[in-house]
């Protein structure tokens, strides 16, 4: 501040001496505004002087204090939008890490899910198996034994026309069950040597 006072003095003081050379000089008849005596010069000196020592007390005092202070605040929104943006950086990387462990997490439990129906599908179709080839034996059983019974019972119609004769129902019984004891014997044979 005391250089500024220093030139603005000098500058001043040039002034008053430039003011005091035209005087002496003296053109007549034309004004100038640096038109004046040596004493007005050191007037407008003083009264420049006076007026800059009270602006730089009442005015640029406070007015570098509120130029300074906006420069505070400044740098704390710089520092606190810098310190916001870290935040969200790691927030961001902590959501994507955590959007990639549920995605993996999905693909697992998609793949354990296909994996388990697979499993099912396949003892599902095991059982059906089963089942149907429980049902077809029993299908089968129940037939052979109704082609035994019509059998027996064309043989008890062939055995009445060739004996000419009626058979009792014991003596029926009892030819049945001879001839299908011989069949099944028979078949069972066949189907072992298969």
Same mark, same amino acid.
């Given at each position: 501040?005391?250089?500024?006072?220093?030139?603005?003095?000098?500058?001043?003081?040039?002034?008053?001496?430039?003011?005091?050379?035209?005087?002496?000089?003296?053109?007549?008849?034309?004004?100038?505004?640096?038109?004046?005596?040596?004493?007005?010069?050191?007037?407008?000196?003083?009264?420049?002087?006076?007026?800059?020592?009270?602006?730089?007390?009442?005015?640029?005092?406070?007015?570098?204090?509120?130029?300074?202070?906006?420069?505070?605040?400044?740098?704390?929104?710089?520092?606190?939008?810098?310190?916001?943006?870290? #935040? +969200?950086?790691?927030?961001?990387?902590?959501? *994507?890490?955590?959007? $990639?462990?549920? %995605?993996?997490? @999905?693909?697992?439990? /998609?793949?354990?899910?296909?994996?388990?129906?697979?499993? #099912? +599908?396949?003892?599902?179709?095991?059982?059906? *198996?089963?089942?149907? $080839?429980?049902? %077809?034996?029993? @299908?089968?059983?129940? /037939?052979?034994?109704?082609?035994?019974?019509?059998?027996?019972?064309?043989?008890?119609?062939?055995?009445?026309?060739?004996?000419?004769?009626?058979?009792?129902?014991?003596?029926?019984?009892?030819?049945?069950?001879?001839?299908?004891?011989?069949?099944?014997?028979?078949?069972?044979?066949?189907?072992?040597?298969?």
């Amino acid at each position: 501040m005391n250089k500024k006072i220093t030139a603005g003095l000098t500058i001043l003081f040039a002034a008053a001496v430039a003011f005091g050379s035209e005087e002496s000089s003296g053109a007549a008849g034309q004004q100038s505004i640096f038109d004046g005596s040596m004493a007005e010069a050191i007037w407008a000196v003083i009264a420049f002087l006076v007026l800059l020592i009270v602006l730089g007390k009442i005015a640029w005092k406070p007015l570098l204090k509120t130029l300074q202070a906006r420069e505070d605040t400044i740098r704390q929104q710089l520092a606190a939008a810098e310190t916001a943006r870290l #935040k +969200a950086e790691k927030l961001f990387n902590e959501y *994507k890490q955590q959007g $990639i462990e549920l %995605i993996e997490k @999905a693909v697992s439990r /998609a793949t354990q899910i296909e994996k388990d129906s697979i499993e #099912k +599908a396949g003892r599902e179709a095991i059982i059906m *198996k089963e089942h149907a $080839i429980v049902e %077809i034996n029993a @299908a089968k059983d129940a /037939a052979s034994q109704q082609l035994w019974q019509q059998v027996g019972d064309m043989v008890l119609a062939l055995g009445q026309e060739v004996i000419g004769r009626s058979i009792t129902t014991d003596d029926n019984k009892r030819l049945i069950g001879e001839a299908t004891a011989k069949l099944r014997s028979e078949k069972s044979t066949v189907e072992s040597s298969q």
